[in-house]
């Protein structure tokens, strides 16, 4: 019985200090990305530039707030995704070149991607988390569409953001981010099919990020 209870605990604080390094990069990341982003919104895009930092401060704030959970994964691969396909949206930048669509387009593309991540995240409330775990199967809203309606939130706010500030690094970056998050919904999947609440969801849920395509 000992011995079991010092493993606990062993494990216990490994988790606790990867939560405080994960909150301590996000928030610094969020405060650079703010600080980098509002001294230029002085131009007709501002408001998109606004709307995607508070995009981001959402997710930031649950972040900061949510349940931790011992029965997230230890691998290295299920973290390294993770944090590529989190902090890496955060190092984008605005700037001065045309945006390559007219700008109520970004800006409707961001707003229902806003509204899409953002009733995911209320399905999750607490439970929202980072690396791959299971915090509790949501099957209801957004969930009925697609699996992951998060990942489809923040993806169509990084299209939209990218129309509208387009260049070589927002691309490089956007596109890094999105790979590592499909990896990150894959290795999600692989655990979550071990519960099969979840198996169910698959099975009545098709398309994991975009409907008909993936």
Same mark, same amino acid.
């Given at each position: 019985m000992k011995k079991q209870a010092a493993t606990s605990w062993s494990f216990l604080d490994v988790y606790f200090v990867l939560d405080i390094v994960e909150k301590v990069l996000v928030?610094?990341?969020?405060?650079?990305?703010?600080?980098?982003?509002?001294?230029?919104?002085?131009?007709n895009r501002a408001i998109i530039d606004g709307?995607?930092?508070?995009?981001?401060?959402? =997710?930031? *704030?649950l972040i900061l707030t949510r349940r931790p959970t011992r029965n997230a994964s230890l691998r290295l691969y299920d973290w390294t995704v993770?944090?590529? #396909?989190?902090l890496f949206p955060l190092l984008v930048s605005p700037n001065t070149s045309e945006p390559l669509a007219p700008l109520a387009v970004c800006g409707t593309v961001m707003v229902l991607g806003f509204f899409l991540q953002i009733a995911a995240k209320l399905s999750l409330r607490r439970s929202f +988390?980072?690396?791959?775990?299971?915090?509790?199967?949501?099957? #209801? #809203?957004?969930?009925? *569409?697609?699996?992951?309606?998060?990942?489809? #939130?923040?993806?169509?706010?990084?299209? +939209? *953001?990218?129309l509208t500030h387009p260049s070589?690094?927002?691309? =490089?970056?956007?596109?890094? =981010?999105?790979?590592?998050?499909c990896f990150r919904l894959l290795a999600e999947e692989r655990l979550l099919k071990q519960d099969p609440a979840y198996t169910a969801f698959m099975a009545t849920t098709r398309y994991r990020l975009v409907p008909f395509v993936f």
């Amino acid at each position: 019985m000992k011995k079991q209870a010092a493993t606990s605990w062993s494990f216990l604080d490994v988790y606790f200090v990867l939560d405080i390094v994960e909150k301590v990069l996000v928030g610094y990341l969020f405060v650079a990305i703010v600080m980098r982003i509002v001294p230029q919104m002085q131009d007709n895009r501002a408001i998109i530039d606004g709307l995607l930092l508070f995009s981001e401060g959402a =997710a930031a *704030f649950l972040i900061l707030t949510r349940r931790p959970t011992r029965n997230a994964s230890l691998r290295l691969y299920d973290w390294t995704v993770t944090a590529v #396909g989190t902090l890496f949206p955060l190092l984008v930048s605005p700037n001065t070149s045309e945006p390559l669509a007219p700008l109520a387009v970004c800006g409707t593309v961001m707003v229902l991607g806003f509204f899409l991540q953002i009733a995911a995240k209320l399905s999750l409330r607490r439970s929202f +988390g980072l690396v791959p775990a299971n915090r509790g199967i949501k099957i #209801g #809203g957004p969930y009925k *569409f697609v699996r992951h309606p998060m990942y489809a #939130g923040y993806l169509m706010m990084h299209i +939209g *953001f990218f129309l509208t500030h387009p260049s070589v690094w927002n691309f =490089a970056i956007y596109a890094t =981010a999105l790979t590592a998050q499909c990896f990150r919904l894959l290795a999600e999947e692989r655990l979550l099919k071990q519960d099969p609440a979840y198996t169910a969801f698959m099975a009545t849920t098709r398309y994991r990020l975009v409907p008909f395509v993936f």
